[in-house]
Each structure stands twice: as structure tokens, then as C-alpha cells.
């Protein structure tokens, strides 16, 4: 059963940067496309960037330029770089995963514990 932990969340000031980390518990980790999604408080949970078993790359256009996504295959990890926060950006932050393909839907069965994020102006 896969299993995904979040790490990375944090205090930043605006301007500042983030590397958000999903560490997986199963050994076909290359065979997942990794999500990565936000809720804000009193909002709707909306995905912010996937990346495909075949690394191909989505981004929402919020965060284009500001955060790029990438994986390790080997250390069972994806990562999420964010830089230029801005207190829009305030949130906490889910990994999701799903079989091979972007996009990762909110129906998916696989979903990390969340990491807060908060951005201060």
C-alpha cells in the first residue's frame, strides 16, 4: 500500500522559498505520477503542479515561474520548489499520487498527512 509523508512546510516571509518534500513507501515509486495540491482556509482544494511517471510537467498558473516540481526515483521522493511566495500562496500542501498519468484527481486514494505553508507579508 502506498504511503506518502510531507515535510518542508513552514514560516517564509514574501519573497522567500520552500522546498516541499513526498517521500513514498513503495518500491515502484517511478510508476506514479506525483501530484501536489493546496487548501486554503475557508477554500476548495486545488492542485498546484504533476509530474508524470515519464516526467511530464503541469503547473497551475498561479505558481508558473515561482515553482517547479521535480522527482528522485531512486530516494522514492518528489519535491516541490517554491520560490517568490506571496501570502496567496499560504496554505497547507498535499502530495497525492495516481498510476502513471497527470493529472493526479482529487479522487485518488493515495494522499500524504498535508505540511502548513504560510506566507508572511
Known amino acids: 500500500q502506498l504511503q506518502l509523508v510531507e515535510s518542508g512546510g513552514g514560516l517564509v516571509h514574501v519573497g522567500g522559498s520552500l522546498r516541499l518534500s513526498c517521500a513514498a513507501s513503495v518500491d515502484n515509486f517511478k510508476d506514479y505520477a506525483i501530484g501536489w495540491f493546496r487548501q486554503a482556509p475557508g477554500k476548495e482544494r486545488e492542485g498546484v503542479s504533476c509530474?508524470?511517471?515519464?516526467?511530464?510537467?503541469h503547473y497551475a498558473d498561479s505558481v508558473k515561474g515561482r515553482f517547479t516540481v521535480s522527482r528522485d526515483n531512486a530516494g522514492n521522493t518528489a519535491y516541490l520548489q517554491m520560490n517568490s511566495l506571496k501570502p496567496e500562496d499560504t496554505a497547507v500542501y498535499y502530495c497525492?499520487?495516481?498510476?502513471?498519468?497527470?493529472?493526479?484527481?482529487?479522487?485518488?486514494?493515495?494522499w500524504g498527512q498535508g505540511t502548513q505553508v504560510t506566507v508572511s507579508s
Open positions: 509530474i508524470s511517471r515519464g516526467e511530464n510537467i
Open positions: 497525492a499520487a495516481d498510476w502513471y498519468y497527470c493529472p493526479v484527481t482529487l479522487e485518488t486514494n493515495y
